[in-house]
């Protein structure tokens, strides 16, 4: 379906509203899954915070910029090396929070990891390219642009669920 019918899939389920509501809903069913009480105990483990920020925004960028080094180095793709290299120096997405939750591993702290990586996000990353590409970033929206983004994709529907089951249960 998706090769038969790809430009029906990529104006529905392709849309940025699809894909917008997704990670709200998916943001949303992990507050659901967690308590008040989940994300304190995460909070009180901020070594946990600063190993993840240090393996984000620290060791991928290198791994990325060594890996970009040897994969491009007989070719002279400068895409591909950006590619790379951008892909090492952003966080991880909202979907590492499903896989904990499926592997019965520990929701609160990778909600917070996620959360806290997605903030630093804002700032580390233009960053890194800038050091990383050699290249100024110009960015097409503004730092308040990606922070009510945040708000509304992340903050918002992880606190309406954190609320919700809190008085469900």
Do not use: E
């Not at 990586?117 to 804002?122: K, M, N, S």
């Not at 050091?131 to 992880?158: D, E, G, K, M, Y």
């Amino acid at each position: 379906l998706g090769v038969s019918q790809a430009s029906l899939l990529h104006s529905t389920l392709g849309s940025l509203s699809v894909l917008q509501g997704s990670v709200a809903a998916l943001m949303l069913s992990m507050g659901l899954a967690i308590t008040p009480n989940d994300v304190t105990n995460a909070v009180k483990q901020p070594h946990l915070l600063v190993w993840n920020a240090l393996l984000c925004f620290g060791l991928m960028p290198m791994v990325a910029m060594g890996l970009a080094k040897t994969v491009c180095a007989s070719s002279s793709s400068s895409s591909t090396t950006a590619g790379l290299i951008l892909l090492g120096s952003v966080s991880g997405g909202q979907a590492s929070n499903l896989f904990t939750l499926l592997a019965g591993g520990d929701v609160a702290v990778s909600v917070i990891c996620t959360l806290t990586t997605t903030l630093l996000g804002v700032v580390l990353t233009p960053w890194w390219i800038q050091r990383l590409l050699l290249v100024q970033t110009a960015t097409a929206t503004s730092f308040w642009a990606v922070v009510q983004s945040i708000l509304s994709l992340v903050l918002v529907p992880l606190s309406v669920g954190l609320g919700v089951g809190r008085y469900a249960s």
